[in-house]
Each structure stands twice: as structure tokens, then as C-alpha cells.
């Protein structure tokens, strides 16, 4: 049957890898255990941190269970004559697909449940496993380009370090003009400009940003938190603490100036205007173009480097 190009090796990845329930422990298990110790170990006063760490953690758990893959999988494919190219990549990729959303259901729900942030689930799911889901496809990539899978994992962490560099988290990529908000005093309390940290400049950052993913996934993350409204001193100091840090610079307005306005009639307890009608789905967007590029990237690596060629 003509379909059977596709059926054969996707039946192949999940039943090999899906099929006991030790497997599907070793699949969830480390994306759970990360979440839960995220959430032990988050600082509530320090909420953009978290964001930056949990894309992190989506990325590297993405990554990390793809490196070895198709590396490993060169010892017996040139013995499966009737399977296609395509039918074996797309395969891979539908499988780290339903990985990372199971994956990042667990990395999500945790701290969400827990109350570490105010992330609107869905929104936080949708992003984790974007971000996931690329991490993936780009272990896939190298693990095409490495005729093993030590060569592969050796090449990972140059995976990994620019997309922490390049975040936006380390190196600011807008400008901004943080405060805090003194409920006491009733005034807000900007922080002094020296000690603004500087944006950065050199068109290379820009360039190297722009190709992370990473960046992407963090904004979308403070882009879904600050899609509700503050209007409750813990939500206002929460959003600020986010926009004094991570810049949406898909967004046309400026967040920090929105908090602003929303924090001058809080403070004196007075009705706040209408909050701005922030959302994530701009950065949803890019992260599913990020997916559809490095799926393309993929074929393309299996084109010069065959897998189911002989060695």
C-alpha cells in the first residue's frame, strides 16, 4: 500500500521507543523532575529568571532526547531497503513532536499548578513545546551530520551555549527603564541609570538573537504573563518584575510604560484604566516557523549526509 512509506517507520520509532512503561517513565520522567526542582528552587522576587531557565529546560530536554538518534539508528538502517527518506524523517519529526508536548506538559504544569508564576497554561504549554520541539529537530540535525552518536553529543553543547547567550535574558536587546513599585510610599522607584544595564549594540548580537530560539521562547513566555491584567499589587509586581528585565520587541507598545499607567492609580487604590491587550501570539508564530525551518534544515542535512546509505 502506498501509505506504508510513512506507516512502517513511524509504527517503528513509537513502538520501539513508547512501548513499555519504563520507556514512557524514561520519555516523562526527567522533564518532571526538572519542573519540580524549577519550582523548589524558584525565587518568586526573580520571575524573568525563571522564564529563561524553563526555556532552557525545554530546550535541552528537546535536544538531549534526539542527539543520539539517527546516529544510532546507522548500525541497521542500510538493511531496511524499502523504507524512504522521507517516510523516516518525517517519522523522527512526529515523534519529537508528541514528545516535547507530552514533555512540556509536565515542565509547565508543575510550577504553574504550584503557583511559582501566572502563566496562562495553554499559553506556557504552547510555547515550551515549541521550543522543545525545535531543540529536537536541531539534535536531529547534527545527529544526521555525525556518522555516531559520540560525535554527536560531543558537538551539543555548541548547540545549547549560543542560544544562552544569545536569549535577550544576558544581553538586553531593547532599551529599558526599570522600577519598582513602593506600595508603602505610594511612588514608583526607578532605578538609577548607571545601573541600567546597557543594550546591546554590535549588529552580530542582533543577527545571532534573532537565530535563537531561545529569545523567542522568552519573550513568548512574559508575553502570555503579561496578557492578564495587574490589577492586584502581586500580578502589578509580578509584570514588572518581568518587563524591568525581558523587552517584547514584537510588541508595538512598551510594557514597562503600561505598568506605569497602571500603577499610579493602584497604588492609591483607585480603578486602574483598561489594561492593553498583550499577547503571545506573535511569538507563537515565530517559534512554529522556527520548527518548519529546522524541519527543512533536517531533510536537507539527510540529503548530504543519507542515513540509509551504507556506511
Not at 242 to 268: E, Y
Not at 282 to 290: D, I, P, R
Not at 291 to 311: H, K, Q, V, W, Y
Request: positive net charge.
Amino acid at each position: 500500500m502506498t501509505h506504508t512509506w510513512l506507516t512502517r517507520p513511524l509504527r517503528h520509532q513509537f513502538s520501539s521507543h513508547l512501548r513499555t512503561p519504563r520507556q514512557w517513565m524514561n520519555a516523562l520522567a526527567p522533564a518532571g523532575a526538572i519542573g519540580l526542582l524549577l519550582t523548589l528552587a524558584a525565587d518568586r522576587q526573580q520571575p524573568a529568571a525563571f522564564c529563561f531557565i524553563l526555556i532552557l529546560a525545554a530546550l535541552w530536554v528537546g535536544g538531549s532526547a534526539c542527539i543520539r538518534e539517527i546516529a544510532d539508528d546507522r548500525q541497521w538502517l542500510p538493511q531496511t531497503p524499502n523504507w524512504s527518506l522521507a517516510g523516516y524523517l518525517l517519522s523522527k519529526i512526529l515523534y519529537a513532536a508528541a514528545l516535547a508536548a507530552l514533555q512540556s506538559a509536565t515542565l509547565a504544569g508543575i510550577p504553574i499548578l504550584a503557583d511559582v508564576l501566572p502563566f496562562p497554561m495553554l499559553t506556557a504549554w504552547a510555547v515550551l513545546t515549541l521550543v522543545s520541539c525545535t531543540g529536537s529537530l536541531q539534535a536531529l540535525i547534527l545527529s544526521t551530520l555525525n556518522r555516531t552518536a559520540a560525535n554527536a553529543l560531543a558537538w551539543f553543547p555548541l548547540l545549547v551555549i549560543p542560544q544562552v547567550l544569545f536569549s535577550g535574558f544576558i544581553l538586553p536587546l531593547a532599551p529599558l527603564r526599570p522600577f519598582a513599585v513602593n506600595f508603602d510610599t505610594k511612588q514608583l522607584v526607578y532605578l538609577p541609570p548607571e545601573m541600567v544595564r546597557s543594550t546591546a549594540a554590535h549588529p552580530l548580537v542582533f543577527a545571532l538573537s534573532n537565530a535563537s530560539v531561545t529569545r523567542w521562547g522568552v519573550e513568548g513566555l512574559v508575553a502570555g504573563a503579561l496578557s492578564q491584567n495587574p490589577d492586584t499589587p502581586l500580578r502589578l509586581t509580578r509584570s514588572v518584575r518581568l518587563a524591568s528585565v525581558i523587552p517584547l520587541t514584537l510588541s508595538p507598545r512598551n510594557p514597562l510604560a503600561d505598568l506605569a499607567t497602571q500603577a499610579s492609580p493602584l497604588v492609591h487604590n483607585q480603578p486602574a484604566p483598561a489594561w492593553p491587550a498583550y499577547s503571545a501570539i506573535s511569538y507563537l508564530l515565530v517559534l512554529f516557523s522556527f520548527t518548519i525551518l529546522t524541519s527543512l534544515l533536517l531533510f536537507l542535512a539527510a540529503m548530504i549526509r543519507n542515513p540509509l546509505s551504507p556506511p
